[in-house]
């Protein structure tokens, strides 16, 4: 039986763990930490919740109908939330994505990506803001996101096939639905608009060259991600992977031939490829096969206001308590706990991965993505 794991905060334990420095130092815009990796890039997760079931994120054996989500009160506020990413903008961050469960869902969303696009980095630019949505919500959404200053989505699209893509979501959920949300959001100027399928041997593994085919020729990039093992409920088994060698193979056997491309920057985590005779360009995710951590410049904020500096952490540090302490601590003195999480930090997960063994990673109390944001 699949193991149920639910978050719980020990807030006296996380608070005694985050101590305001005594010295304080004003961020210089670039934070660096024990492995040399600067900090570029935030995830927020604003809500824990989703309207689908995917079965390697939220399976319904565990998300069921007594699951216990966060209460409103957990979770951070819109104020929250924008002076968290204030503080991490002055160390250097460029990037911020909103994440969930769905994002979408969080009611007034529009308002949050208002709030955060009115931000500035050093240079005097918004932060590039996007959001990664299973594209249920777009068709709606789409134009009001883009009004309240959105720049990109990501939408998760795991088959193109109705009866496979209804038993992943397993909430019933049609593949043109998606599609539909995709339109809108190209309409509304979201774009280039990256599409993401997980690949799972055996469920969905046999749509990697129909999705190629599909989206060749269109704006949106399709990416490839390796099945990962995130979270502690989906069961993850190594041979469940397809190496992205063999995506990029099998692409090319049905007939799409392709070549390298360079990366857009430094700890892009897809490999490039386009189409020959074509602007298309698809990526691939190897998170498993070529793990890209001595890049990884990413971190995330859970829906409860936890930091976590890796995707498979398995403690976060509760920047929420620090937000809420009645003794009422400054930015500065909050730049400066994130300063000093940031440049302790070590995480490798995914390249160490290869050498544990699997009591180890059974051992290894993982949070679950939906908790944390993908
Ligand atoms: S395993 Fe952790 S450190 Fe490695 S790339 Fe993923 S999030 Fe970054």
């Known amino acids: 039986m699949t193991e149920k794991f639910i978050p719980l905060t020990d807030l006296r334990q996380q608070l005694s763990q985050l101590k305001i420095p005594p010295r304080l130092i004003e961020p210089d815009g670039f934070l660096s930490d024990t492995l040399a990796r600067p900090l570029h890039d935030l995830r927020i997760s604003v809500t824990d919740r989703c309207n689908f079931r995917c079965v390697y994120c939220m399976p319904k054996e565990v998300f069921d109908k007594d699951y216990q989500y966060l209460p409103h009160t957990s979770l951070?506020?819109?104020?929250?939330?924008?002076?968290?990413?204030?503080i991490f903008i002055a160390h250097g961050v460029k990037k911020i994505r909103l994440t969930g469960g769905e994002p979408l869902l969080r009611k007034n969303i529009e308002k949050l990506v208002e709030m955060l696009a009115s931000l500035r980095t050093a240079d005097g630019n918004p932060p590039d803001l996007t959001l990664t949505t299973n594209g249920s919500l777009l068709?709606?959404?789409?134009?009001?996101?883009k009004d309240a200053g959105l720049n990109r989505v990501t939408v998760s699209l795991d088959?193109?096939?109705?009866?496979?893509f209804k038993r992943m979501n397993d909430v019933d959920f049609s593949v043109a639905q998606v599609l539909d949300g995709i339109d809108a959001a190209q309409a509304a100027g979201l774009g280039p608009i990256k599409i993401n399928m997980v690949v799972k041997a055996g469920v969905n593994d046999h749509e990697v060259a129909a999705m190629a085919r599909y989206f060749k020729d269109t704006p949106h990039i399709l990416r490839f991600i390796e099945y990962m093992d995130v979270g502690a409920s989906n069961g993850w088994k190594l041979d469940e992977v397809i190496p992205s060698a063999q995506i990029v193979q099998r692409i090319q056997d049905a007939g799409m031939p392709l070549k390298a491309m360079t990366a857009n920057y430094v700890g892009e985590t897809a490999e490039r490829?386009?189409?020959?005779?074509?602007?298309?360009e698809i990526g691939v995710i190897s998170s498993v096969t070529h793990a890209f951590c001595h890049d990884c410049s990413r971190a995330r904020l859970s829906t409860e206001g936890k930091l976590y500096t890796c995707l498979f952490a398995t403690h976060g540090h509760d920047l929420r308590a620090l937000l809420r302490d009645p003794a009422k601590h400054s930015d500065l003195a909050?730049?400066?706990?994130?300063?000093?999480i940031w440049q302790s930090r070590s995480d490798r997960?995914?390249?160490?991965?290869?050498?544990?063994t699997a009591t180890d990673q059974e051992q290894r109390k993982k949070i679950e993505m939906s908790y944390i944001g993908g």
Do not use: C
């Open 349 to 356: 997960y995914s390249e160490l991965r290869s050498q544990q």
């Open 139 to 145: 068709t709606k959404k789409a134009q009001s996101l």
């Open 76 to 86: 951070l506020s819109f104020e929250e939330i924008t002076r968290i990413a204030r």
């Open 273 to 280: 490829w386009q189409h020959l005779g074509s602007q298309s």
């Open 334 to 340: 909050i730049a400066n706990v994130v300063a000093s």
């Open 159 to 164: 088959s193109l096939d109705d009866v496979i």
